[in-house]
């Protein structure tokens, strides 16, 4: 499947609906051609859309279908209170462009899909672009938020640290494997942010876009 969802100038009547149009209205678009509203819509969620980070582990977990939510520390300032549900969000994630090979998707790789994570092996380097500087025309992943909600990290429970992509193991719990993610991720950001220190979080639910 192709999760990107094209600049509004470029969009199908497939893109709008993959966007959510057919939820949110009843015109009909069926002769593969996407009226003025509809495309008006389009242009407006698109240009409104959030761009979340995400680690080269976590995309391939929302690849694999199973990361349907995320958390993120809210310590300082809630940055996602704006977002709400049917909000679309393009997910950033490490990259380089112009790259030989990888016409089909516009020149562009991504260091998830690289097992060498400084690319193909010595003979190919890869200068990587950090997850942070993905400019929304290069996100191959969209989806569009679910739910949120605030609360503090302690309050996830097993069903949650599933919908985080969590499997648990012989010797650990769903919940216990996303407590030594959480600070993995978050503990270098300080103390305040580190899983003891109970930090408030955004947690925020979605669903893959597919075209």
């Known amino acids: 499947m192709n999760h990107i969802l094209p600049p509004p100038e470029q969009a199908t009547y497939h893109d709008i609906f993959a966007a959510g149009w057919d939820v949110r209205t009843s015109e009909p678009i069926t002769d593969g051609t996407a009226g003025e509203d509809a495309r008006a819509w389009y242009e407006q969620v698109w240009n409104n859309a959030r761009g979340l980070p995400f680690t080269?582990?976590?995309?391939?977990?929302?690849?694999?279908?199973?990361?349907t939510a995320t958390r993120r520390a809210t310590v300082k300032v809630d940055q996602y209170k704006r977002l709400k549900p049917g909000d679309l969000i393009y997910v950033k994630e490490t990259w380089a462009e112009r790259i030989p090979g990888c016409e089909s998707?516009?020149?562009?790789?991504?260091?998830?899909d690289h097992?060498?994570?400084k690319g193909d092996g010595p003979a190919n380097p890869i200068k990587w672009?950090?997850?942070?500087?993905?400019?929304k025309w290069a996100s191959r992943l969209w989806l569009q938020c679910?739910?949120?909600w605030t609360e503090r990290i302690w309050d996830i429970t097993e069903d949650s640290a599933v919908a985080e992509g969590m499997t648990?193991?012989?010797?650990?719990?769903?919940?216990?494997?996303?407590?030594l993610?959480?600070?993995?991720?978050?503990?270098?950001?300080?103390?305040?942010?580190?899983w003891m220190?109970?930090?408030?979080?955004r947690v925020i639910g979605f669903r893959r876009i597919d075209r």
């Open 105 to 112: 998707q516009n020149g562009i790789t991504y260091r998830a």
């Open 129 to 135: 672009k950090p997850c942070m500087f993905m400019p």
């Open 168 to 179: 648990g193991s012989k010797t650990s719990t769903p919940r216990e494997d996303y407590e």
């Open 146 to 148: 679910t739910a949120t």
């Open 197 to 201: 220190a109970n930090p408030p979080v």
């Open 115 to 117: 097992i060498d994570k």
């Open 56 to 67: 080269g582990d976590n995309v391939r977990l929302i690849m694999d279908g199973r990361k």
């Open 181 to 194: 993610l959480w600070d993995q991720i978050n503990a270098k950001r300080g103390p305040e942010y580190r």
